[in-house]
């Protein structure tokens, strides 16, 4: 299982100071306000008596106010001095012990089997980004919360020590006060993580299909595809939305809780006490304990967010966990990567059903060509590979997790190359460096003509290029693509028939390491795949 291990916060020495500053400071704190209610209460007592009696008078100026004056301001200023140093030496134990797991999970990750197996490591930013957040989550949990949740739990029971003293039948109120409160905070906590923990799932599903869908406008403008693609996302952005604001509501329903509890734990303590007798300077006891708790609910008012904080750590946690190392797997580079595609019945992308296509399998090193007479369903097919088109019969299934994982791991490239009024950089659509670029330009026969026109920051324009350096362009971008799987649509189009073959089998070297599926018409092109697939009607 990866964890972050819990900080040993008193026998690591690196905790160990940060742990004695917070405890001071809480207790400061506490302190702070528990002896500032006293003294405002006593204060208050030595003037009502003022009121009454001959001497009254000079027993209100003989109270002595020095040393419980002296006493704030002590705790008043170790407090603040206590906040700043205790955010030192937390922030630098902290770090360390980041630095040291953070190796060990990155390590872990670069040779994880899923890794491994989707080849993301290499391109996935979204993989990647979900990657560090849950890391994160994870370190936040553990490493700045653990602190203020151990000085909080201090607090607590100094608190409960000073009711149980000053007024012993308020103890059981506090406790069962304390009790609900707590369980209502976590059971709350748990399911804002679990909304929040879903509004995440959907906002990446929706960044993996929204950016692909935008980039395939062009070519699925024709199809009627495209609106109901586009509506499938912005319904998900609908549903983040309404995660994300159940979460908010249910986090405030524990601050609200939290921050109640605090005051109402003041009531009781003195309440209970008054009720069984104690008045006047008999009470006061009770009033510091009462201002204590106040104090204390200051104190912990941060513990919504460290409950959420937790229960989405536990969430982070399961997913780091499925990039577990494997590293034998990922030494072994003879493992392969596998495309298999049953016999089935090909639909148009309007539900017209074509043809039976029998089944294959392609994998990594080992390119599979279709082949069939026009119009009997090969770009059908490649799409529906690509989990842009999905029919059943007459229905379109729906945009479901088969899809959006075929999304993310397949590279398209149709036959009309769409080009971008951008530069030739941009219209690459890759984010690897010039030397790259470059050497993708050179393999597909466009290195020369590019550098004539003023390099990778030129301008492009659809009417710029000829059809054939358009399809050359495409090209490129499926070799500077990384998804594992490239599928290509008519690749020698456009191109002469010794060009066509010349770059076929320059572009199935630079993927040797990729599943590569084309169709094409031209049987010397099929002739460089190990297997070729007919399709007909
Ligand atoms: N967007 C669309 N709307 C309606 N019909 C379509 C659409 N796309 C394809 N079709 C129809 O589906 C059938 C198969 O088209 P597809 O492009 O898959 O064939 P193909 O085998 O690749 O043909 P070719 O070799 O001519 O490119 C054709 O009859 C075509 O008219």
Known sequence: MIRIPLPALWTDKSWRPALIIA?????????????????LSSVALAGAAAGVGATAGAAAFAYNYHLPAGLIRLFAITRTAGKYAERLAGHAAALRD???????????????????????????DDQLGAFIDDVEKVEFATLRASLPAMTG?????????????TAPLALPFTLLL???????????????????????????????????????????AGNGDRKAALAGSFALIE???????????????????????????????????????????????????????????????????????????????????????????????????????EQRDVYSPIGTKLCTVSGFTA????????????????????????????????TPAPLGARRIVARSICHLSLHDAAIMAASVRDNLFSSADDTSLWQALETVELADRIRQNGGLDSALEQDSLSLGEARRISLARAILSREPVVLLDEPGEHLDAAQAKRLMQKLLVECR?????????????????QEQVHMGF
């Open 153 to 165: 739990m201090v607090l607590v029971a100094v608190c409960l020590v000073a009711t149980a003293i």
């Open 513 to 529: 390491n990729r599943i590569v599926v084309y169709v094409t018409h031209d049987e010397r092109l099929a002739a460089l795949a």
């Open 98 to 124: 980041q630095m040291k797991h953070r190796t060990r999970l990155f390590r872990d990750m670069a040779s994880a089997r899923t890794v491994y197996e989707d080849g993301w490591q290499l391109s996935r």
């Open 363 to 394: 994998e990594r090193g080992r390119a599979v060509a279709i082949t069939g007479p026009s119009g009997c369903g090969k770009t059908s097919l490649i799409k529906e590979i690509a989990g842009w088109t999905d029919w059943r019969g007459k």
């Open 239 to 341: 549903q983040s939305t309404h995660s994300r604001s159940e979460q908010a509501r249910l986090l405030a329903g524990v601050e609200t809780a939290t921050g109640l509890a605090a005051p109402m734990l003041m009531m009781l303590t003195i309440g209970i006490a008054w009720q069984t007798g104690m008045t006047g300077e008999t009470l006061l006891p009770a009033i510091f304990a009462g201002f204590l708790w106040l104090a204390a609910g200051e104190a912990v008012s941060g513990l919504p967010r460290l409950l959420l904080a937790r229960a989405q750590a536990r969430y982070a946690e399961q997913s780091l966990e499925s990039w577990q190392g494997a590293e034998e797997y990922a030494r072994d580079s003879t493992t392969p990567l596998r495309l298999t595609v």
């Open 178 to 220: 304390l009790v609900v409160v707590a369980f209502y905070s976590r059971h709350m906590a748990e399911k804002a993580a679990q909304q929040c923990h879903d509004a995440q799932q959907v906002e990446a599903d929706w960044s993996r299909t929204l950016g692909r869908q935008i980039n395939a406008l062009v070519p699925l």
């Open 23 to 39: 405890l001071v400071t809480a207790l400061s704190g506490l302190l702070l306000v528990g002896v500032s209610g006293w003294f």
